[in-house]
């Protein structure tokens, strides 16, 4: 998995509780991302980061936050998580545009059931 | 607004047979094309991936076909295994300056021995 760790890999939290999410990264890679995939859906852009402390939001990104305070590290925050943000998290990471490789490579994912 | 559509969501092959994959996009500023695998309980792995200055690539038994004017592309798997039984997303995006990418649904694909 290209150096990319994700914790946990497996959470149940209740309605309402905030959950974060992390991932790790080994290539210093400079950009990085978090989707959701859900079935019938594929997997959707949430928040992504081109640099420390630069971050923005993608297609799904209501009710949630993300933080980047060293390269290696991107936090997805789930403020108050809800029902409908059960779904399993991937984190990925790529080099920027314009490098010859700027594939995104993707961790193991986190499931993440909201009861 | 689903900017890649892809088709169809399963598809049943037998050994040795093509498994072919489709997608249509919308955005006509899309140019890079990549299609990633996904084994259950891991994460998607890019495959193969083409840009539109060219109408086929290909990777041992993978080939992505691309037609620019129909804004569509598929995936050909050749003698197809037991062991690509996956399920197969395909993808696009302005490589610009932040590489977002916009996948379709998926496709799982299963060949049977």
């Known amino acids: 998995d290209a150096g990319i760790t994700q914790s946990p890999r497996h959470k149940v939290t209740e309605t309402g509780t905030p959950v974060t999410l992390r991932c790790h990264q080994t290539e210093n890679h400079r950009y990085m991302y978090w989707y959701r995939q859900d079935p019938g859906h594929g997997l959707r852009l949430i928040h992504y980061?081109?640099?420390?402390?630069?971050?923005d939001k993608g297609e799904v990104s209501d009710g949630y936050s993300v933080s980047r305070s060293k390269t290696e590290d991107f936090l997805l925050t789930l403020e108050s998580a809800t029902s409908s943000q059960t779904s399993v998290y991937f984190c990925?990471?790529?080099?920027?545009?314009?490098?010859?490789?700027?594939?995104?490579?993707f961790g193991p994912g986190t499931r993440l059931t909201v009861t | 607004q689903q900017q890649v559509k892809q088709s169809p969501q399963s598809l049943i092959v037998q050994k040795g047979g093509i498994s072919i994959i489709n997608c249509a996009y919308e955005n006509t500023a899309f140019d890079y094309f990549p299609w990633y695998q996904q084994f259950p309980g891991k994460g998607p792995a890019l495959l193969i991936a083409i840009r539109p200055d060219v109408s086929e690539k290909k990777e041992g038994r993978f080939t992505i076909s691309f037609n620019k004017s129909a804004k569509q592309f598929s995936l050909h798997i050749m003698d197809s295994q037991p062991g690509d039984s996956a399920t197969y997303f395909c993808?696009?995006?302005?490589?610009?300056?932040?590489?977002?990418?916009?996948f379709g649904t998926g496709t799982l694909l299963a060949v049977q021995p």
């Open positions: 980061s081109y640099g420390v402390k630069d971050t």
């Open positions: 990925a990471i790529s080099e920027p545009p314009g490098r010859l490789s700027y594939e995104q490579y």
């Open positions: 993808a696009a995006s302005t490589r610009g300056a932040t590489n977002k990418l916009i």
